[in-house]
């Protein structure tokens, strides 16, 4: 019996969007299915609101602090309830685009509802068996919830309903300091919320290069948040309307709490096992072509449990779409991935941090850094904080790259451009850049490997003494 369709693709957040759109243009047969509504966490819960949250915070923060500029703002007031009429408008105008009427006019059967697989090569959905030669689990992640007690008595919000917030909160404790943690947490702060950010690592942002994260960390403290590390929440209560966390030895005291403790992959109600396919802790196992333990079945973006970021799901949904619909032969490629956490000075990465690059390479690794300091448009607008760390091999092959400051996550770009084509590090600092931009903080730090390389050249130095005698002896 022939299958009816080429791809079913499950869930309609960004991973499955691509493979539903571009396999309908290739003229595939394609089911999409989704149990809410189209567009995922990115569009609703995620990057668009929470960047749209974190520009109307830079503002309100621009305009407390112009008086350095020698602009006086009397009397500054924060609409909250307006604040975040921004961020629906943000949602609202991008929305269309991940509309089921355009997903529809591609040629892409939109089916709402919860589905699940009833055996390796059936997926059910409304009383529906759909058969395909293929299909795409895209079903994203969730926000993974401490088993702290008292918490879920207490009440709490994650980043699903803090967006929808009608009044600020004056109070908020955010359990959790990765990147959602330090963006909201900040955003709420200069929008007027007292904030403590509780962390169980040593140091916010725990899997950015450590010194890098620091300087986020001293920001977000003159800032006037409060910073606890090393210290997990033992226990939650409500009392008299206020929430009360006990963590170590300390007492908080606040109106909301906001978790922030990383994601759980969006698995439960799938029913993996009747179509073979092994979930591991993190998420569904696939191997490099991003099949499951069932060939037939693939699966990327959060669910998988890698990378999760909407950028990184959108390639990896790239490789499922060549591997489902023609032949299985495409491998993903993780060795430039690029990420940024979007606080007020930016911190992107790529590639390897210093700590990785020495393990694998010993002795053969320069790091070259430049602080934003050194930068005149940096200067020229008050934005000095910060640095780019670029990490080479002495051959000038770039290894990883660390930005922290204004705009790093715009100016990492041309680092990622370089090492996906695997230029050396030269060819940032041989290219002309406009003078005055920020961008001068990555052909500065590419220019030290040359200097670091001749300080260490003792002979080369000597030659250069010796020549330069000659050449004025000739003169």
């Known amino acids: 019996m022939a299958v009816e369709y080429d791809v079913v693709v499950i869930g309609g957040g960004s991973g499955g969007l691509v493979i539903a759109a571009a396999a309908a243009q290739l003229k595939a047969k394609v089911a999409l299915v989704e149990r809410d509504r189209l567009g995922g966490d990115c569009l609703w819960y995620g990057c668009v609101p929470s960047k749209s949250l974190i520009h109307a915070s830079r503002i309100a923060y621009e305009v407390k602090n112009a008086a350095r500029f020698g602009i006086y703002c009397q009397n500054l007031e924060i609409d909250f309830a307006l604040a975040n009429g921004h961020v629906q408008k943000a949602i609202a105008a991008i929305q269309p685009h991940d509309s089921p009427e355009r997903f529809q006019s591609l040629g892409v059967e939109v089916i709402f509802g919860a589905g699940q ?3 390796r090569q059936t997926f059910e959905v409304n009383n529906r068996q759909l058969k395909a030669r293929a299909f795409a689990c895209a079903t994203g992640s969730g926000p993974k919830i401490p088993p702290i007690p008292g918490l879920k008595a207490a009440g709490y919000l994650t980043n699903e309903q803090v967006f929808s917030l009608k009044q600020r909160p004056s109070s908020l404790a955010v359990i959790g300091g990765g990147p959602i943690g330090c963006e909201l947490g900040q955003a709420f702060s200069r929008l007027g919320s007292e904030v403590t950010i509780i962390a169980s690592s040593d140091h916010l942002l725990p899997k950015e290069d450590p010194e890098a994260a620091l ?10 948040i409060r910073v606890i590390t090393a210290t997990r929440v033992e226990r939650v209560e409500q009392i008299d309307g206020k929430k009360h966390l006990w963590a170590g030895t300390q007492k908080i005291t606040v109106d909301e709490i906001l978790v922030a403790a990383g994601r759980m992959p969006n698995v439960e109600s799938l029913n993996l096992e009747a179509a073979g396919v092994e979930v591991g802790e993190r998420g569904i196992r696939v191997n490099e072509k991003l099949q499951t333990t069932n060939p037939r079945i693939y699966a990327c973006g959060d669910v998988i449990g890698g990378y999760q970021f909407t950028h990184v799901a959108g390639y990896e949904a790239s490789v499922v779409l060549k591997n489902a619909l023609f032949f299985p032969v495409t491998k993903a490629n993780y060795r430039v ?3 940024a956490t979007f606080t007020d000075p930016e911190l992107a990465r790529v590639g390897l941090t210093e700590k990785q690059a020495k393990e694998r390479y010993g002795d053969d690794i320069y790091v070259l850094k430049q602080e934003f300091a050194g930068v005149d448009r940096a200067q020229a607008e008050a934005a000095t904080k910060g640095f780019a760390k670029i990490i080479t091999r002495g051959n000038g092959e770039i290894l990883g790259a660390h930005l922290v400051g204004a705009s ?4 990492l770009h041309e680092i990622v451009l370089a090492m996906s084509n695997n230029l050396k590090v030269s060819a940032l600092s ?4 406009i003078y005055p931009t920020l961008a001068e903080v990555n052909s500065k730090a590419a220019l030290l490997l040359t200097k670091q390389k001749y300080a260490k050249n003792q002979k080369l130095q000597n030659l250069l003494l010796r020549f330069f005698s000659l050449m004025r002896t000739l003169a």
């Open 430 to 433: 041989g290219i002309i850049h």
């Open 215 to 224: 300087v986020v960390q001293q920001q977000l403290e003159s800032e006037g």
């Open 408 to 411: 790093a996550g715009e100016l």
């Open 117 to 119: 697989f009833i055996d």
């Open 337 to 339: 991935i690029p990420w």
